[in-house]
């Protein structure tokens, strides 16, 4: 917690405290000595708040469009060999470790979520389990797709908000003003927009993928597409950030944010500021403003989707039958040897049974 941020706490706690001194009936008007031993307690008392409450880890959820590569940027944050990508199908867990000089080890939580169809549950698992204070989350869109990922973000934030309310309403009162006072300082630091946004109560950092695919896209498309995420991540109090596996520098710059929000380190990942739609976009928090963006005024998430909807019209998704596998069973990715060939002894023994029932319905149906 940052002084500002605990100055301004104890500020309103003593206030208080002096009101209902009043109310009481206290009529002598606090002296200088009263009131910084007052500040003192309440200081040292919101120290010990603040390192019981502190998280000794870290947790990163990635969620977001499909095959838009969010295996692959874990994989190779984590410095992992690639073989042969498997396609995430519910929630992968992973984890990783860093030693400071004369620290005691960080420890950072991955989630990754495969789909968004019906994912409410499996959604909540990595919030539940780490709690709030310590989350941060990566939304990867594919912008190779712009007619369909608006579907996957709004699904996406949507899920994100029910969970968070619903947890926020069961925090202490001084763990919920923790949250929020971050949160309104990550946002509103440098933003002093008249309309505030409706922050989430977390680092959220929105990632267009496959940039390379959409930077040859007609301007237009790219225009609406670029106001239309710079819209939603002033909304939620995000970062925005355009990523490609193919370009090294954007692939970096991915890199050192989850390292960030990972780890604390590099203080600001994002080294420089772009906001020209003919350009990979990186935006902060707190770097963008409706003004800046257009001269919409403040949206909310409906009235971002129908004006995106109607600048690029969205196809609707079928669940995207032709490229998903049918039978899991097959997919090469899921390849394990001693299962196959059990599998398919399996199969040949309900083959064979198959046979020997149809044979005997055969043979009792042609009896007198």
């Known amino acids: 917690m940052r002084l500002p941020q605990i100055f301004y706490s104890l500020h309103k706690r003593l206030q208080k405290m002096f009101e209902k001194g009043i109310e009481g009936g206290e009529s002598a008007t606090p002296s200088i000595q009263d009131i910084a031993g007052r500040l003192a307690e309440e200081q040292q008392r919101f120290r010990q708040l603040e390192a ?23 994989n190779r944050f984590f410095d992992r060999e690639e073989h042969a990508t498997r396609p995430t ?18 420890v950072l939580n991955v989630w990754e979520l495969g789909s968004l169809d019906n994912a409410e549950q499996l959604l909540e698992v990595p919030m539940r389990t780490h709690g709030l204070q310590q989350l941060a989350v990566v939304i990867m869109l594919d912008l190779s797709q712009p007619q369909r990922f608006w579907t996957d973000l709004e699904c996406a934030y949507k899920g994100l908000r029910d969970t968070a309310q619903q947890m926020m309403e069961k925090l202490t009162p001084e763990l919920r003003e923790i949250l929020e006072q971050r949160t309104m300082e990550r946002v509103c630091k440098l933003n002093k927009d008249v309309e505030k946004p409706d922050p989430l109560p977390f680092p959220v950092v929105i990632v267009g993928g496959k940039y390379d695919v959409f930077s040859g896209f007609d301007p237009a498309i790219r225009k609406h597409t670029c106001r239309c995420l710079r819209s939603m991540a002033h909304l939620i109090g995000g970062a925005l950030l355009f990523y490609s596996q193919k370009m090294p520098k954007l692939a970096k710059v991915l890199r050192d944010t989850i390292s960030h929000l990972g780890f604390g380190s590099p203080a600001h990942p994002f080294r420089s500021h772009v906001v020209d739609f003919n350009e990979p976009l990186c935006i902060w928090f707190g770097m963008d403003s409706w003004s800046k963006i257009g001269d919409t005024g403040a949206q909310s998430v409906e009235r971002i989707g129908a004006t995106f909807g109607v600048e690029v019209p969205q196809l609707q998704l079928e669940k995207q039958k032709l490229q998903e596998t049918t039978d899991p069973a097959k997919d090469p990715g899921f390849k394990e040897s001693l299962i196959d060939e059990m599998r398919s002894q399996k199969n040949e023994e309900l083959a064979g049974l198959m046979r020997d029932v149809l044979l005997r319905g055969k043979f009792e149906s042609v009896q007198p």
């Open 89 to 106: 199908l519910a929630l992968e867990y992973s984890f990783g470790r860093r030693i400071g000089s004369g620290k005691s080890p960080q």
């Open 52 to 74: 019981a409450t502190t998280p000794k880890e870290r947790t990163l959820l990635v969620l977001g469009s499909k095959c838009v590569g969010k295996t692959t940027a874990i």
